[in-house]
């Protein structure tokens, strides 16, 4: 009886939880909502777009045709499979955070955006040690700049509107 009610259980969460995923000839954008092709409908699901080859570079998550992720990719062609190098995540149509797993995966970097236009920038290594912080405003370093030097010595820096003041 627990195998039987486990097997539905399963079967329901794969229903309630599965998105399709549909090509970029199979959607088209109005007012920068995505809408399925066949039907006029708002899109909940992915969209891959892919070149003449087939490889895809980009792939993203639609809620009711309001984009909410963003997946870029390179592909490793001896493992035949892709791999994400940026994720970008939105927030009532507006970027909220982009991680990007550099190719070496021995660290990582986040940025972190905000309703005021600043942004906040990390580079954390594998380990979980965080190198570098920088805070920008309007694209220009803005506030308190951490981060340690190649001899481990750790350095703060004060910037306003992109000039250094400490």
Do not use: W
């Amino acid at each position: 009886m627990k195998l039987i009610i486990s097997f539905f259980l399963f079967l329901i969460s794969n229903f309630l939880f599965s998105q399709e995923i549909y090509q970029n000839n199979d959607v088209y954008f109005d007012n920068n909502i995505a809408y399925k092709v066949s039907n006029n409908e708002k899109l909940t699901g992915f969209l891959e777009f892919r070149d003449k080859k087939n490889i895809m570079s980009t792939k993203e998550e639609y809620n009711n045709g309001v984009l909410s992720k963003q997946f870029k990719y390179y592909k490793y062609s001896s493992l035949k499979k892709y791999i994400p190098f940026e994720e970008i995540i939105f927030k009532d149509g507006l970027k909220f955070s982009k991680t990007t797993f550099h190719s070496t995966e021995e660290k990582s970097s986040y940025t972190e955006f905000d309703d005021n236009g600043k942004k906040k920038y990390y580079e954390v290594y594998k380990n979980g040690k965080t190198v570098l912080t920088q805070n920008f405003k309007n694209g220009k370093l803005d506030g308190k700049s951490s981060c340690y030097d190649k001899k481990g010595n750790f350095q703060e820096h004060y910037y306003k509107e992109g000039k250094l003041i400490e």
